[in-house]
């Protein structure tokens, strides 16, 4: 299976200030389309994961620009520019490349 | 709006089945390739299975702690997915969510107990 592994485990961050989450894959997230199917997810305390970013760098709808993915490969990253109150909560990437589909252990992100 | 709706979940003992339902509203479902993820308490996120569209060949995968346990169907005439769970283990203690494809949509989940 593809291991994900983000770091780090846990960020604390100051309100208005950005954040970065990287995660690395243990192999090339390419696939034969030519797509790289890596997505971010984020999971407020309490309520199911919602999907932030697919393939690498696309926002789904409603999802704050403050958020953006980047990467290629096996090393992607999630940042967000200015970091608000609602954004605490645990942040996955998940790659869908190859079956199984995995997900990294999570980034919980939380104010200082 | 697309929208998913668990249920089913419950307390049962070890070595019991339980039978997961999700509903499913606001796209179309046959198109739609549909999965499983559970997510134990305190716990990151594990996919379980999925299911194709009939379109696609309508093929099921699991993971390997379910694989030969549990079974994934789709009633498309009823935009319903279903996740049946044979043999529980105390191990799949879980919150259960059905997700679209490559997990755009979630529902609610449904906590499923295995417990003596």
């Known amino acids: 299976d593809v291991v994900m592994t983000q770091s780090p485990v846990s960020l604390p961050v100051t309100l208005g200030q950005p954040a970065s989450i990287s995660c690395r894959s243990s192999?090339?997230?390419?696939?034969?389309?030519?797509?790289?199917?890596l997505n971010w997810f984020q999971q407020r305390p309490g309520q199911s994961p919602r999907r932030l970013i697919y393939k690498v760098s696309n926002r789904d709808s409603g999802v704050p620009d403050r958020f953006s993915g980047s990467g290629s490969g096996t090393d992607f990253t999630l940042k967000i520019s200015r970091v608000e109150a609602e954004d605490v909560g645990v942040y996955y990437c998940m790659q869908g490349t190859h079956w199984p589909q995995t997900f990294g252990q999570g980034t919980k992100v939380e104010i200082k | 709006e697309a929208q998913l709706v668990e249920s089913g979940g419950g307390l049962v003992r070890p070595g019991g089945s339980l039978r997961l339902s999700c509903a499913a509203s606001g796209f179309t479902f046959s198109d739609a390739w549909m999965s499983w993820v559970r997510q134990a308490p305190g716990k990151g996120l594990e996919w379980v299975g999925r299911?194709?569209?009939?379109?696609?060949?309508?093929?099921?995968d699991y993971t390997a702690p379910v694989k030969g346990r549990f079974t994934i169907s789709r009633d498309d005439s009823k935009n319903a997915l279903y996740l049946q769970m044979n043999s529980l283990k105390i191990e799949d203690t879980a919150v259960y969510y059905c997700?679209?494809?490559?997990?755009?949509?979630w529902g609610q989940g449904t906590l499923v107990t295995v417990s003596s």
């Open positions: 192999q090339s997230l390419v696939y034969s389309d030519g797509n790289t199917y």
């Open positions: 997700a679209t494809g490559l997990a755009g949509v």
């Open positions: 299911i194709k569209s009939k379109t696609d060949g309508g093929a099921t």
